[in-house]
């Protein structure tokens, strides 16, 4: 598993370790694994240049150290300094190495067509501007300069890309796009969510010898290796009721593929058994694509509500169907909720209590908050203000229902419920991090952007909850195993939402058997 810390748990670890380490050692060692990681890209890209942009943190620090240490390797290494005070501004050490390195400075304020020369000449840019102490956005003399990076040069950014909000909650255009950042000892929330991880580029993290405690991570990511851990193995003694069985009420006459998608998902995750309730249309598709499927109610582990559902529908068939699907809801059995589903939420009977899975896009999560909160249209969040600041909506909607909600998109958000005073007991120091580590996942191609690709998702996630994993480990294992199928199948080219279902099962099977093998 990636575990991001947050800048208070940061600082923290480092304070700890400075107490038993020689003065300037952290930056040191972070200078050696920068340096180091540089190197390795000049030579893949048989580049000879560089240039450290340099602020007046210790990022700053670093870059400068760095560029020492590449310049004493052999590569011609200059420093733009774009700290207010100039030279007095940065790192006192790092800089006296530099120039003993035979490091070129050149402060930015005091010949900018000297700095923009140096910056355009460069194989490789070290972004030392700002780090973990800094606000979204850049100055206007930084953006100037990185407007002059040559498209071939390769863009290095030490521990975060400079402009982006280090907790990684609010975006903005004007920030470094780094191809790489080297971060030091773990990453951080920019790197794993939304509003950074795009301009993070290739994450490399550089051991530092700070030790960070695995619970007070603020974001995770579950990688192949979490996989055989996880997954829902069945034993000798199983049997499809202890496997798991999984109410399914989804499609009906107007989107009758939705009950075919996430059945299909569900048998290919491996599920004990399904009960699918639906319309004539969908029945009679499920009951040919789906045979292992039970048609009707009956006693299951765990619901799965709403794709391809209609609750506007009409008809004695719809009626029935949607009367089983407000029964699901009522209950107390664990439930997942999608699409149509999420129309059945009603504001008085939450938060709900029972172990809970919300699966929308922008869209549907913008129309949930709005419903939820009694707001007209033109009063509540828009899906473009979702896309924005997805992780505040996503919180927002959990504490709402008291359910984990699982917001798609290019990196999925996993976001739990805050847990109340009586469910935690923060103290001063750890009360940054009591709220429950966001989950993140980013392993899908942009091809997965297609109809049904949802209702995939919604039949594996189904299929976990109803083995007996908790809401946040179904769901954020559900996105790994949904995206990486849905990898394979596509190959670098277009997919379908069907062929994404069918890869369920071998993918599966290969992580089990091939984690960390890729």
């Not at 006459?253 to 639906?278: D, F, K, N, P, Q």
């Not at 169907?321 to 997942?336: E, G, K, Y």
């Not at 504490?399 to 109340?420: I, M, Q, Y």
């Amino acid at each position: 598993m990636i575990r991001a810390h947050s800048v208070e748990s940061v600082r923290r670890a480092e304070d700890a370790a400075r107490r038993d380490l020689p003065e300037g050692e952290l930056m040191r060692r972070a200078a050696e694994g920068l340096a180091e990681v540089a190197a390795a890209r000049l030579d893949e890209r048989d580049g000879t240049s560089v240039v450290a942009l340099v602020g007046s943190g210790d990022n700053g620090g670093d870059a400068l150290l760095a560029a020492a240490l590449l310049s004493d390797a052999g590569f011609a290494c200059a420093a733009v300094v774009l700290a207010s005070d100039g030279v007095d501004g940065v790192h006192d050490v790092a800089l006296e190495e530099a120039r003993t390195a035979g490091v070129d400075v050149t402060v930015a304020a005091d010949d900018p067509t000297a700095a923009e020369r140096l910056v355009a000449e460069a194989d490789l840019v070290l972004d030392g501007i700002v780090g973990i102490g800094g606000r979204p956005g850049l100055r206007a003399p930084a953006s100037a300069l990185l407007d002059a990076v040559d498209d071939d040069a390769w863009v290095l950014a030490v521990d975060l890309a400079s402009g982006l909000d280090p907790a990684g909650e609010h975006g903005d255009d004007d920030s470094v796009w780094a191809d790489e950042t080297v971060t030091m000892g773990t990453p951080k929330p920019a790197h794993l969510l939304p509003a950074g991880e795009a301009a993070t580029g290739r994450l490399t993290v550089v051991d530092i010898g700070v030790e960070f405690p695995d619970d007070e991570a603020a974001v995770e990511r579950l990688t192949w290796d979490d996989v055989p851990e996880l997954w829902p193995v069945p034993g000798p003694s199983d049997d499809k009721y202890s496997r798991g069985v999984l109410g399914v009420v989804a499609g009906g006459e107007s989107y009758t593929g939705a009950a075919v998608l996430c059945t299909t998902a569900a048998v290919e995750a491996g599920v004990g058994m399904v009960r699918y309730v639906g319309t004539p249309t969908p029945t009679g598709l499920v009951r040919l694509a789906v045979p292992e499927a039970v048609m009707g109610d009956g006693r299951v582990q765990a619901w799965l509500v709403g794709p391809g559902l209609d609750t506007t529908a009409e008809g004695d068939d719809a009626q029935r169907q949607l009367a089983v699907a407000r029964a699901a809801v009522d209950s107390d059995v664990p439930l997942v909720l999608d699409a149509g589903g999420l129309d059945l939420l009603e504001a008085e009977a939450l938060p709900r209590t029972a172990p809970t899975v919300l699966t929308p896009h922008a869209g549907e999560l913008a129309r949930l908050l709005a419903r939820l909160a009694g707001e007209q249209d033109s009063d509540g969040p828009s899906a473009d203000d979702v896309r924005a600041d997805p992780l505040r909506h996503a919180r927002r909607a959990a504490d709402l229902t008291g359910a984990t909600v699982l917001l798609k998109g290019a990196t999925t958000l996993v976001v739990d419920p805050t847990p109340t005073d009586d469910e935690t007991e923060a103290t001063d120091e750890t009360d940054a991090t009591a709220a429950p580590a966001v989950r993140s996942q980013a392993d899908a191609p942009p091809w997965l952007a297609t109809a049904g690709a949802g209702d995939v998702l919604a039949g594996v996630v189904g299929t976990l909850l109803a083995a007996g994993l908790t809401p946040r480990d179904a769901a954020s294992l559900g996105a790994l195993v949904h995206g990486v199928s849905a990898d394979r199948a596509s190959g670098g080219g277009p997919l379908r939402a069907l062929a994404v279902a069918h890869g369920i099962r071998t993918t599966v099977r290969d992580l089990l058997t091939r984690a960390g093998d890729r």
